[in-house]
C-alpha cells in the first residue's frame, strides 16, 4: 500500500480542492490533490495545476487545442460520451511515481507525519480515474486506434480525410522540392550510348580563322537553320546569320515551321523541306538547329533517315536540349503543388490560346517525353553530329542584359525623298536577364551549369563531337543580339560558321575512316 503526505487543514485550498471524497469537512489524512471530479467544469481537462489558476487556464487552452488537432489529423482522437460529459476511465493514463512527468515530483512510500498511513482513495464508476498528485500523475491520453483502425475511421471519417489530406500535401511538397534531380544527365548515365569526342580545341582554332577572313565553309552544300522554340515570335530569329551567309554566296534558308508545334509534326516539315531543297539544288543539305529546332531536326533524320541519308551532310545542334531541360519539366510535372493552382492550364492558355501553338510542343522537351523518344529513335552513327552547349553568366552586369529581338520602322515627319530611309528603332527586352536569373536558379536549385534553359550535361548528344567554351553565353545569345556585346569577341553569326565548318571536318574524316577500313 502506498503511503501518502498529509497536510495540516489549514494549508487545503478548499475552494479549488472540492470536498473531501469520504464526505468529512476537515479530514486531515486526505491525500493532497484528491476531488470528486478532479476536472475542469467542462468535466473534460483534468485540473492538474488547481494551486496556481494561470497555469491551469494555461493547461486547459493547450489541452483543448491539441484535443481539436488531433481529432482532425490523427487517428488517436479522444472519445466522449454525448450523454456524460466526463472523459472515460479508460482515457486517463496514470505513471509510476517512479518517473515522474511534467511538472510534479513524485513522492512515495514516506511516513506520514502521524507515523500512520493513509486510506486509499476510493474509485467511483461513474467518474474518471483520478491519483494523488504526490503519488502519481493523470493526464488524458488518446485511445490507440491500431486495435480497430476500420472500425475508428468509420467511427470518425474526418480524421481519415485529414490524414489524407495532409499525406497528400506532404508527398506534392516533396515532389515539387526534389524537381528534376534524378532527371539531369541522364544520357550520360544511360547504357548503351556512344561516347562523345572533344572538338572544343578545334573549334577554337576554327572560330579564330573566320575573324581573321579564312573561310572554309563549302559552296557545294545548302544550309538550312532551323529555329526554336517561340521563334514566330521573333523577328529576328538568325536573321544576322543567314545575312552573313548570303554575303559570303553561301545558300542559306531558315526553316518555315510551326516552332510552338509538336517535335513529331514538326519532323515531318524539316523533312520536306529538306527534300525540297535537295530536288531543287541537287545539293546536300547541312543543318544547324537552335535550342527546340535541334531537337525537331535530330527527330526528322532519326524518324526518315532512310530517306533523307543521301540528302544530308551533318547537324549542328546549338544550345538544344536533346535529353530534355528542367524547366517544361518541372513545370508540367503531375502531382506538385502548383496541382492546386493548375499550372498546367495556366500554360495550356498561354500556349494554345495566346500564342496559338500546342502544349505538345513544351511536353515534348521534358525529360520523360525525351527518355520515351530516345529509347526508340537514336540518331544513327554514321551521321556527322556536333552539339554546342554553353554557360550562362549569373554577374550584376548579366542580370541587366538586355537583347535586340526586333525594330520598329517610324514614319518620316516630312515627305522621303529617294535617298531618304525610314528611321529604325532597336526593340529590346531583358531576355538576357532572364536568362541569367533561371541559370542562378538551375545553379542552386540543382548545382547544374546550364545557359538559363538547357544544362550542359542535357545538350551533349551521344556519339556527337562536344564543343564546351569557356565564354560566357546565355540561350538567347545564339539568335539575338545583346546590347552590350563585346566587340573584340566574335558574333552569333560567326559562331555558327565554325559549327558547320566542323561538322563538314567531322564527316570529311568519317569518311576517310571508313575508306581506311574499306582497304
Known amino acids: 500500500m502506498r503511503k501518502w503526505i498529509t497536510l495540516p487543514q489549514k494549508k487545503r485550498k478548499s475552494a479549488s480542492m472540492g470536498e473531501p471524497s469520504n464526505g468529512q469537512r476537515g479530514e486531515p489524512n486526505a491525500p493532497f490533490g484528491a476531488s470528486n471530479d478532479g476536472l475542469t467544469s467542462n468535466g473534460l481537462i483534468p485540473q492538474l495545476f488547481t494551486s496556481v489558476p494561470t497555469l491551469n487556464e494555461a493547461a486547459s487552452y493547450i489541452a483543448q487545442t491539441t484535443s481539436i488537432f488531433t481529432g482532425c489529423f490523427s487517428d488517436n482522437s479522444v472519445e466522449r460520451d454525448s450523454r456524460n460529459p466526463i472523459v472515460h476511465a479508460q482515457e486517463l493514463e496514470t505513471f509510476s511515481c517512479g518517473q515522474p512527468r511534467g511538472y510534479v515530483a513524485s513522492i512515495c512510500d514516506l511516513p506520514s507525519s502521524s507515523g500512520s498511513h493513509s486510506t486509499t482513495h476510493a474509485e467511483s464508476s461513474n467518474t474518471a480515474t483520478a491519483a494523488p498528485i504526490n503519488g502519481e500523475i493523470t493526464r488524458t491520453s488518446a485511445r490507440v486506434a491500431s486495435e480497430d483502425a476500420s472500425a475508428h475511421e468509420e467511427s470518425n471519417p474526418t480524421g481519415g480525410i485529414g490524414i489524407s489530406m495532409f499525406k497528400s500535401l506532404i508527398d506534392r511538397a516533396r515532389r515539387t522540392v526534389h524537381g528534376s534531380a534524378d532527371d539531369i544527365g541522364w544520357l550520360q548515365r544511360a547504357s548503351g550510348m556512344p561516347p562523345v569526342e572533344d572538338g572544343t580545341e578545334r573549334f577554337t582554332e576554327i572560330l579564330d580563322n573566320i575573324r581573321h577572313g579564312l573561310h572554309k565553309l563549302p559552296n ?13 515570335h521573333g523577328p529576328l530569329y538568325f536573321v544576322n546569320t543567314k545575312m552573313s551567309f548570303s554575303k559570303m554566296g553561301l545558300a542559306c534558308h531558315i526553316a518555315k515551321i510551326h516552332s510552338e508545334a509538336s517535335v513529331e509534326k514538326n519532323a515531318r516539315e524539316i523533312k520536306e523541306y529538306i527534300e525540297e531543297i535537295y530536288w531543287g539544288s541537287r545539293k546536300r543539305v547541312l543543318l544547324l538547329g537552335h535550342s527546340k529546332g535541334g531537337v525537331d531536326a535530330a527527330a526528322a533524320l532519326s524518324l526518315y533517315w532512310p530517306d533523307l541519308k543521301d540528302k544530308v551532310a551533318g547537324l549542328a545542334l546549338a544550345q538544344s536540349p536533346y535529353g530534355g531541360s528542367p524547366i517544361p519539366s518541372d513545370i508540367l510535372r503531375e502531382g506538385q503543388l502548383g496541382d492546386y493552382v493548375n499550372v498546367r492550364k495556366l500554360m495550356e492558355i498561354l500556349i494554345c490560346q495566346v500564342i496559338k501553338g500546342d502544349l505538345q510542343a513544351l511536353e515534348d522537351l521534358t525529360y520523360e517525353k525525351r527518355r520515351e523518344f530516345l529509347m526508340k529513335h537514336q540518331l544513327p552513327r554514321e551521321l556527322p553530329v556536333v552539339s554546342f552547349h554553353t554557360e550562362a553568366g549569373i554577374s550584376s552586369t548579366a542580370l541587366a542584359t538586355l537583347s535586340h529581338v526586333a525594330h520598329a520602322e517610324l514614319p518620316a ?21 532572364v536568362m541569367a536569373a533561371c541559370a542562378q536558379l538551375l545553379q542552386i536549385r540543382y548545382g547544374e551549369k546550364s545557359d538559363g534553359l538547357v544544362t550542359c550535361r542535357d545538350a551533349e548528344v551521344p556519339g556527337s563531337v562536344v564543343v564546351r567554351p569557356k565564354r560566357k553565353l546565355d540561350h538567347a545569345w545564339m539568335v539575338y543580339s545583346s546590347l552590350n556585346d563585346d566587340p573584340s569577341e566574335a558574333d552569333a553569326s560567326q559562331v555558327c560558321e565554325a559549327l558547320m565548318t566542323l561538322v563538314v571536318e567531322v564527316g570529311q574524316q568519317r569518311r576517310h575512316e571508313l575508306a581506311m577500313k574499306d582497304e
Open 220 to 232: 557545294s552544300m545548302v544550309y538550312l537553320l532551323v529555329p526554336g522554340l517561340f521563334s514566330n
Open 413 to 433: 515627319v516630312s515627305p522621303l525623298s529617294a535617298s531618304d530611309q525610314p528611321t529604325k528603332l532597336a526593340v529590346v527586352i531583358p531576355l538576357g536577364a
